[in-house]
């Protein structure tokens, strides 16, 4: 009895094996690709020697807030670090993944008149002096389509402020503004290609090109680069919650406080804070997971009537310093991201490649064996 039902039954299992060879990669990989709602990851990035000052521990340029009330200016050499934590929040389901994403940018240590000295951030609810580590932060809600990374537009929620570990002020509801866009920001699309994509430019709050200028090897991985370009904008002119522009955007100060030559010294003169940058980023083309980070940003004093010829030349050509650095992401950043990369690209090659390849093998086997002994049955079968 059991004979007899052996070449059926491996017919069967084979058909089915076959049918699921087909089958698998149409229904499983898309399921797979799709934004994750365990998404959990940490990028740090610090700033790197790029020629910006003669210090490759201290790479970078940061306006000392405490001397707004001193008698000069003053930009002192530092070393900073940015740490964004991005993860999946409610309202999430299904169809959509709602991203959290808190970025601090931090000040390690300065250089104090030749001595470089540690900056220390206060506690959470503490007050903060000028010279508190913590140099700014924001906390960013976006609701993005699973399937395509992309903005839905139901949810662009930006904290202006944050707490040190890049968190909402809770108390402060009052604390955010809505950004709609649709540029990718946190992950790029799966499948990427090379061509142009929209990029959200959270500090400035527009969609901007980037574009693809060229593929390399991460770890191991295909990367794509891309490059986005963020043109010059005036800070004064970025929306706030309470209509007012930001805090240290704009300042009033005599010239002789400014450092300038050639006008008055007791002339009050205002300058906005202006900021500019490059950004490039390195993607994993089958999965859009990012691989690598760099950023060259650039804040600084001018005048906002600079373009003006009519202006007196001091002013118009006056530049100083807020913020200019070129900040990557350090080699445990790339590594982890490699290795999240690694995990999705073997899900999708097992789910898409290799399960359909052994269950195709074996699906054909088994259909070779039973019809071969139905075959080999038929002819043991004595004729009538």
């Not at 906005?272 to 997971?289: K, L, M, N």
């Amino acid at each position: 009895m059991l004979k007899k039902l052996l070449a059926p039954f491996l017919v069967f299992i084979g058909v089915a094996a076959i049918t699921a060879a087909i089958a698998v990669p149409t229904w499983l990989v898309p399921k797979l690709e799709v934004v994750p709602l365990d998404l959990d990851i940490t990028t740090v990035s610090q700033s790197v020697p790029m020629g910006i000052t003669s210090d490759n521990n201290l790479p970078a340029r940061v306006f000392d807030r405490c001397s707004v009330s001193e008698d000069k200016a003053r930009v002192f050499d530092a070393h900073v670090t940015q740490q964004r934590r991005t993860v999946v929040v409610d309202p999430s389901n299904a169809d959509q993944a709602t991203v959290q994403s808190g970025q601090t940018v931090r000040i390690d240590r300065i250089d104090d008149n030749g001595t470089t000295v540690d900056q220390t951030t206060a506690p959470i609810g503490a007050t903060r002096s000028c010279n508190d580590g913590l140099l700014s932060s924001n906390v960013d809600l976006l609701s993005v389509d699973r399937k395509t990374s992309a903005p839905n537009g139901k949810l662009n929620r930006l904290y202006l402020s944050a707490g040190p570990d890049g968190q909402p002020i809770q108390e402060n509801e009052g604390n955010f503004i809505d950004v709609p866009r649709k540029g990718y920001q946190y992950k790029f699309p799966f499948d990427t290609k090379k061509q142009e994509y929209p990029y959200f430019d959270a500090n400035t709050r527009r969609d901007l090109p980037a574009k693809f200028v060229g593929e390399t090897k991460i770890n191991g991985l295909t990367a794509y680069e891309f490059v986005s370009e963020v043109p010059e904008i005036d800070q004064v002119l970025l929306a706030t919650p309470n209509g007012q522009p930001a805090l240290g955007t704009s300042l009033e100060k005599p010239a002789s406080w400014w450092g300038i030559q050639g006008i008055p010294a007791n002339e009050q003169v205002v300058m906005h804070r202006f900021a500019s940058a490059t950004r490039h980023v390195w993607v994993e083309p089958e999965t859009g997971t990012a691989l690598k980070g760099l950023e060259v940003q650039h804040q600084y004093f001018k005048s906002p009537g600079a373009e003006d010829p009519d202006l007196a030349a001091p002013l118009r050509e006056f530049r100083m310093d807020a913020f200019h650095a070129t900040v990557a992401w350090n080699d445990t950043t790339i590594d982890k991201q490699s290795d999240k990369a690694q995990g999705y690209v073997d899900q999708l090659r097992w789910g898409g490649v290799i399960v359909p390849i052994i269950l195709g093998v074996v699906g054909a086997i088994a259909l070779i064996a039973g019809v071969v002994l139905l075959l080999r049955r038929r002819e043991d079968t004595p004729a009538t």
